[in-house]
């Protein structure tokens, strides 16, 4: 069973930084692309960054140059600083693990607030 949980998220202001991380139990991790979705009220829920597991990222365009995603594979741990955010950023963040074998799994999400 693998668990994920998120912390981080919290209240800012537009122009400001946040640094979302996401701790993983279990030994797939280090074999497992991860990711960060988010979900904004009355939204789908999209993928925001995802890194795989020998460190490739990719970001969706509205975040590039804005947020950088990272690991830790000693430390089963993921990572999204967040800087210049907008009040658009506004949602609830979840970080996903897709591992090799076809196992997956979400977090329970952080609500992260941009106030203009």
């Known amino acids: 069973q693998v668990q994920l949980v998120e912390s981080g998220g919290g209240l800012v202001q537009a122009g400001g930084s946040l640094r979302l991380s996401c701790a993983v139990s279990g030994s797939i991790y280090s074999d497992s692309t991860m990711g960060w979705y988010r979900q904004a009220p009355g939204k789908q829920r999209e993928l925001v960054a995802h890194i795989t597991s020998v460190g490739y990222a990719h970001y969706q365009d509205f975040v590039k140059g804005r947020f950088t995603i990272s690991r830790d594979n000693d430390k089963n741990t993921m990572s999204l600083e967040m800087n210049n955010l907008k009040p658009e950023d506004t949602a609830v963040y979840y970080c996903?693990?897709?591992?090799?074998?076809?196992?997956?799994?979400w977090g329970q999400g952080t609500q992260v607030t941009v106030s203009s």
């Open positions: 996903h693990l897709l591992a090799r074998n076809g196992a997956t799994g």
